[in-house]
C-alpha cells in the first residue's frame, strides 16, 4: 500500500514537473481542444484553447490528453492483408494505432502495428516556390492517395487567416498580381474524390523580389575650365520601396569601367581627370534593398555620321567591262555597343562607272551594307579599324546593243565587302580617316570585284 502511494505521489510530482502544456484533449462527445493546460485539478483541468478562451474540462469527460504534437488530418492505412483504408490517426502506441473514421465523433477502432505495411498522409508535402516581383511559382509532391483537386491559399501576416488564392488540378500552380518585395505564407491542401480536403502541406515563407528604382533621368554635364565635370539627373523612382543613393561610374579610354564614388544626392563633381580621356560617365540609382537601377550614361554609346568619298578600280570580269569608278557613300556607325572597341556599321552610296567598251557607255551602283568590325587603338588619337559586311546592290547599266539602240538593263545582287581605314581624331567629335576595301558581286553570270579608295570625315553625332 505505502509503495502503491509513493508511486502515485512520484507519477503526480512528475506531471507537476512538466510544462502545463497540452496539444490536445480529446472528449467524450468526440470534440478535440486544442490549447495549453492552465491548471491541473483532481477532477478537472483547466486550458486556454486556441482563441485564447480559458475552458474547465470534468475528467469524467476526457477520452484522452495527448502531449505530443499530433497532425489529425485524414492518411490512407495499407494494411498487410491487402486492405486499404482512410481515417484520422488520434493516438499510438508502441503496440498499436487508434483511428476515428469520423474525427469528430467518439468512435473509435484501433489496429495492430504488426497488421499495418505503411501509413501515407493526405495532404501535399514539399511544397517550393520561386519568387518573381509579382508572381510565385509553386510546385509540391502528391499524396499517396488519388487527388481531385489542390487549394493553394496565402497570407501576408501570420497573424491572419489564410486567403483561397485559387485551385488546380495539376502539382503546380502560380501565383499572380502580388505586391513586389512583400513575404507571403502559402499552403496547399488537397482534395480527394469525396470532397475531402487534407490538412495543409508544409508552410511556404517566401518574399517576392524587389523592382530595382528606375533610370536616372534628364542627365546634365558641364565642364569646367580647370577640368572638373559637374553632372546633375534627376532623382529616380522606387515603385516599393526608396532610393537609398547614387553611384557614379566613370571609364577612361582603354581602361576598364570602375565605381567614382557613392551621393544621396542628384549631383556629383568629378575631379582628377582629363575629360578628353573619359569615354563614359554613367549613374545608377541603388535602393533601400541594395538593387540598382539600369544605369544613364551621360556619353552613350558613340554614334558616328561619316561623308566617304571615294575611287573604285574594277578587278577579274569586271576590268574588262569598266574603266573605273567614282562616287560617295554615307554612314552611321556604333561603337562600343556589342562589346568594348566594336563597331556596327550601316552604309549606302553611290558609284559611276564608266564604261571600257564600246558597247557600254557606264553604270550606276547604288549599294547598301551591313558591316560588323573592330577599332585597334595605337595612339588616344589614332586607331586602326576593319570592318567586314555584306547587303545588296542595285546596278543599272546603259549600253548599245546589236541594232545599235542605247538601251538600260537593271538588276539587284547581293555584295560582300571587307574595310580597312586608319582613323585620326581631330576632336572629341570629329575624325579624319583613309582607307580601303575590297567588293565582290556574285551574279548568275559570274562574280564581279572592285577594290576603292576612300577618305573619310566621322563627325559623333551621340
Known amino acids: 500500500m505505502k509503495l502503491k502511494t509513493i508511486i502515485i505521489t512520484i507519477q503526480s510530482a512528475v506531471i507537476l514537473a512538466m510544462p502545463l502544456q497540452a496539444e490536445f484533449v480529446f472528449l467524450k462527445n468526440g470534440s ?44 490512407y492505412i495499407q494494411k498487410r492483408d491487402g486492405e486499404g483504408l482512410v481515417a484520422f490517426m488520434v493516438d499510438e502506441d508502441r503496440d498499436s494505432y487508434t483511428f476515428r473514421k469520423d474525427l469528430y465523433k467518439p468512435e473509435e477502432f484501433v489496429i495492430e ?73 502559402i499552403i496547399v491542401t488537397s482534395v ?18 524587389n523592382i530595382p528604382p528606375d533610370a536616372p533621368g534628364n542627365l546634365n554635364k558641364k565642364t569646367t575650365s580647370d577640368n572638373k565635370i559637374s553632372i546633375s539627373w534627376d532623382a529616380s523612382i522606387d515603385k516599393d520601396g526608396v532610393v537609398k543613393e547614387y553611384k557614379v561610374l566613370i571609364k577612361e ?24 580621356k573619359i569615354k563614359q560617365i554613367s549613374v545608377k540609382a541603388v535602393d533601400n534593398n541594395g538593387d540598382e537601377s539600369l544605369q544613364s550614361d551621360f556619353y552613350g554609346k558613340p554614334v558616328v555620321f561619316t561623308v566617304r568619298p571615294l575611287y573604285a578600280n574594277p578587278s577579274g570580269k569586271m576590268k574588262d567591262l569598266f574603266s573605273s569608278g567614282y562616287g560617295a557613300s554615307l554612314g552611321f556607325s556604333v561603337s562600343d555597343y556589342v562589346f568594348d572597341n566594336s563597331i556596327i ?17 557606264g553604270m550606276n551602283m547604288f549599294p547598301s551594307l551591313f558591316s560588323l568590325g573592330y577599332r585597334f587603338y595605337i595612339k588616344e588619337y589614332l586607331s586602326i579599324s576593319g570592318t567586314a559586311g555584306a547587303g545588296a546592290v542595285y546596278m543599272s547599266t546603259e549600253y548599245t546593243n546589236a541594232a545599235f539602240v542605247r538601251t538600260t538593263s537593271s538588276a539587284f545582287e547581293s555584295i560582300y565587302a571587307g574595310n580597312l581605314t586608319i582613323d585620326y581624331s581631330i576632336t572629341d567629335n570629329l575624325t579624319f580617316s583613309l582607307g580601303g576595301g575590297y567588293y565582290s558581286i556574285y551574279e548568275k553570270s559570274g562574280m564581279k570585284s572592285f577594290a576603292e579608295a576612300h577618305m573619310s570625315i566621322n563627325y559623333r553625332i551621340f
Do not use: C
Request: charged share 30%; net charge positive; no cysteine.
Open 32 to 75: 478535440i481542444i486544442e490549447g495549453k493546460i492552465v491548471t491541473d485539478a483532481k477532477d478537472s483541468i483547466s486550458i486556454r484553447d486556441k482563441e485564447s478562451k480559458v475552458v474547465d474540462i470534468q475528467r469524467s469527460n476526457i477520452i484522452r490528453v495527448l502531449y505530443t504534437s499530433m497532425k489529425l488530418g485524414r492518411i
Open 113 to 185: 502495428r504488426s497488421d499495418v505495411l505503411f501509413i501515407a498522409e493526405k495532404n501535399p508535402s514539399r511544397l517550393k516556390g520561386v519568387a518573381d516581383t509579382e508572381s510565385i511559382e509553386l510546385t509540391w509532391l502528391p499524396p499517396y492517395d488519388s487527388v481531385k483537386s489542390y487549394n493553394i491559399y496565402y497570407s501576408t501576416d501570420k497573424k491572419e487567416k489564410y486567403k483561397l488564392a485559387g485551385n488546380t488540378w495539376s502539382k503546380s500552380y502560380t501565383l499572380k498580381g502580388l505586391q513586389s518585395n512583400r513575404l507571403y505564407f
Open 192 to 209: 480527394d474524390s469525396d470532397g475531402y480536403e487534407s490538412s495543409p502541406s508544409n508552410e511556404l515563407k517566401i518574399s517576392t523580389k
Open 253 to 276: 579610354k582603354h581602361q576598364e569601367v570602375k565605381e567614382l564614388g557613392k551621393t544621396a544626392k542628384t549631383e556629383y563633381t568629378i575631379k582628377g581627370f582629363e575629360p578628353k
Open 345 to 361: 556599321n550601316i552604309e549606302t552610296g553611290f558609284i559611276r562607272w564608266s564604261g571600257n567598251v564600246d558597247m557600254i557607255d
